[in-house]
């Protein structure tokens, strides 16, 4: 589809050389973001509805975008991905979710694969990874639990040491891909006996044809209805020490706030592409819709409002740029990355309001997508840790721990 950049293609020499910043994006770049909107204009918008109403994963699109390159583009060649970065992904991730949210995220088809490609071991890498961008597998990564989301240190599933595997039992909550996924990235107790209690987890991975392992779709949810959610139970699932990533004891807590430092970037670029997304709709509606005999983009407090959404898109869409930027070149900004994503989130609430606002009473009815729009958009606010987590991390990164 298209060829990875090489790495110093993002960065302008001058970037170094005279230490001029440079907030163009690469041509490469920009080839990337217009195939994944013409891959998502062409796929998405026929049947974004209907898989919607059905609740249901869209196997074909995800299929297509496998065989395009789309799926885990930024994992390394060798294991089957593009080599490219955790901007590129956060783009085409935004450009997926403004045409529409639920579909787009046929791209967390690969959730956890991060930790693996970081963390994992070489005969790891050479197992989980390719299958996810061949469209052989999908997987996730299953932390919350019935009493521990957003306290994620409270977590009960364990994992118990049994020779040379591990047991393991528990339940987990509200899984991406949990009832479709090949395997999963579990956070638990593997060594509950460790003096220091961020010593205590591990990430075991779990086939989920183990026996003892059972999954339950829930139906029902507000938004990003075509994203496949799970209630997992871990009932003595036995697993091998080998799927311990990284075969260290003692770093799951770690290897897991990387793992949202990386998705929370993610995240705030699906806020960002509901938004683009929402905001197009009400561009295109106000040049059409006639009342008090003229268009409503002639109200001049229609025009501010849509200057009013242009701008928070626009703000929103900088941050979360820079923190992968950031990501990309290892500087890895918790605080930047939580601002991002507690912005996007926002942002993409706020402006598919405005959005539906501008429809009227059409935008009430399912007949309009962005009535699917307003929907979909409050996830952001919410998984990747809550927009009150996120705050907790900026003001602590501020404040000190209180
Ligand atoms: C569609 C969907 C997909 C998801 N996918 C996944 C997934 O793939 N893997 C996974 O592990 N999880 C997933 N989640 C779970 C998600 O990450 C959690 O729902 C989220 O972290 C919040 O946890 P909770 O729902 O238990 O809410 P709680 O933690 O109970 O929070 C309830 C409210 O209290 C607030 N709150 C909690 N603690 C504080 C505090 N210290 N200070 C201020 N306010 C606080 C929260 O911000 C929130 O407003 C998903 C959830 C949904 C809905």
Redesign the pocket.
């Known amino acids: 589809m298209f060829d990875p950049p090489k790495k110093n293609d993002i960065q302008s020499p001058k970037n170094d050389e005279e230490g001029e910043m440079d907030f163009e994006l690469t041509n490469r770049q920009k080839q990337i973001r217009l195939a994944a909107r013409e891959f998502a204009e062409g796929e998405f918008p026929g049947v974004a509805r209907e898989y919607d109403r059905r609740e249901e994963f869209p196997r074909d699109i995800w299929k297509k975008a496998c065989e395009l390159g789309f799926i885990g583009l930024f994992i390394k060649k060798e294991y089957g991905g593009l080599g490219l970065g955790f901007l590129e992904f956060a783009m085409v991730m935004e450009e997926f979710w403004r045409v529409d949210p639920g579909c787009g995220n046929i791209l ?1 088809t690969t ?1 956890g694969s991060e930790l693996i490609q970081l963390y994992g071991t070489e005969e790891q890498k050479k197992k989980y990874l390719p299958p996810l961008t061949k469209g052989k597998a999908i997987m ?5 639990e019935p009493d ?4 994620i240190l409270s977590i009960l599933t364990l994992a118990k040491r049994d020779g040379d595997s591990y047991v393991l039992s528990g339940s ?7 009832s479709i996924a090949n395997y999963l990235a579990v ?1 638990c107790l593997a060594h509950p006996e460790a003096t220091s209690r961020l010593k205590r987890f591990g990430v075991l991975m779990v086939e989920t044809d183990r026996p003892g392992f059972s999954a339950i779709k829930i139906t029902g ?1 507000m938004g ?1 209805r075509a ?1 496949d ?1 799970a209630e997992i139970r871990f009932n003595d699932v036995r697993v091998p020490r080998e799927n311990l990533i990284g075969m260290r004891e003692g770093e799951g807590f770690s290897q897991i706030m990387q793992l949202f430092n990386i998705n929370r970037v993610i995240a705030a670029s699906q806020g960002i592409g509901v938004a683009q997304g929402a905001l197009d709709k009400a561009v295109s509606y106000v040049k059409k819709r006639k009342q008090f005999g003229q268009l409503l983009a002639t109200f001049q407090a229609t025009q501010f409002k849509i200057a009013e959404m242009a701008t928070w898109v626009e703000a929103a869409r900088n941050l979360c740029y820079q923190a992968g930027w950031m990501l990309d070149h290892g500087k890895v900004d918790p605080k930047l990355i939580s601002i991002a994503k507690y912005l996007a989130g926002e942002v993409g609430v706020k402006v598919a309001n405005d959005a539906l606002q501008l429809h009227g009473g059409y935008g009430y009815i399912a007949d309009y997508d962005i009535e699917r729009f307003y929907r979909d958009a409050k ?1 952001v606010e ?8 996120e ?2 991390t900026i003001a602590r990164e501020l404040l000190g721990r209180m």
Request: overall charge positive; charged content about 20%.
């Open positions: 967390l959730f996730g990564t299953a932390i919350t521990a989301g957003s306290d987990k909550q509200f899984i991406t891909n949990g956070f949810k990003i994203s959610t996830i919410i998984y990747e840790g809550t927009k009150e987590i705050k907790n």
